[in-house]
């Protein structure tokens, strides 16, 4: 595909379970992103890989997130022991390398009840 | 924490108009972007501008940066109802981490 692409688009679960969310970046991008968004607020940073390696982990908020990207493609962003303060909309980013154009797919809506 | 602050938080303005709006952000960057999100989620990307770079155009887009004052601002000439979004700055920090501000709402009306 031409763009980034996130999987799935909508994810409702209940609180306690886990989740898996699937980003799938442009082919030959280097660098992925992973944010997360509330309602009215600004992407906030959790994580970017540089290739297979996180490159900076720093914005994931506790242990029960973790993300991997074995192949240096697709990623994903696991999320353990879901609470409802996890629910939000997860986007996925990828650029050919850091510090230029990042593109982003449309995101997963995580809904926690 | 986000890095930028844009500000105004909200802009409500006619169609034809000009909307500018500002972004500071905190520490030394390689370079900045704006986006653009509509309802929905995907943000798109509309320019990016170098840290050496003073002034920047596209299209209806005008993107000035001052490293001096670490602010940047994006003026959209003569504004549609297509416009009506939110708009995020963004700065790539030397170290390859890419932080996003609260960003302003904009309403355009027809």
């Known amino acids: 595909g031409a763009g980034v692409s996130q999987t799935p688009s909508n994810k409702v679960t209940e609180k306690g379970k886990y989740v898996e969310l699937r980003c799938d970046p442009i082919?030959?991008?280097?660098?992925l992103y992973w944010y997360r968004q509330s309602l009215g607020q600004g992407p906030e940073f959790l994580i970017y890989?540089?290739?297979?390696?996180?490159?900076?982990d720093s914005g994931l908020p506790n242990d029960r997130f973790f993300a991997v990207r074995p192949e240096g493609s697709v990623s994903t962003l696991k999320i353990q022991r879901t609470e409802r303060g996890d629910s939000a909309v997860y986007l996925c980013?990828?650029?050919?390398?850091?510090?230029?154009?990042?593109?982003f797919g449309q995101g997963t809506r995580l809904t926690v009840v | 924490s986000q890095q930028g602050e844009e500000d105004p938080q909200a802009l409500s303005i006619q169609e034809g108009e000009n909307a500018t709006m500002n972004c500071s952000y905190k520490?030394?960057?390689?370079?900045l972007q704006w986006y653009r999100q509509n309802s929905g989620r995907g943000l798109v990307h509309l320019i990016l501008i170098r840290s050496n770079e003073r002034e920047k155009h596209s299209g209806r887009l005008r993107v000035t940066l001052d490293t001096s004052k670490k602010s940047s601002s994006l003026l959209i000439t003569a504004s549609r109802a297509a416009d009506t979004a939110s708009y995020f700055c963004a700065q790539w920090s030397s170290w390859g981490k890419l932080q996003f501000g609260a960003g302003t709402q904009v309403v355009v009306t027809p």
């Open positions: 980013a990828s650029s050919l390398e850091t510090t230029t154009e990042a593109f």
């Open positions: 890989f540089q290739g297979t390696g996180a490159a900076d």
């Open positions: 520490t030394s960057i390689n370079n």
């Open positions: 082919s030959g991008h280097t660098a």
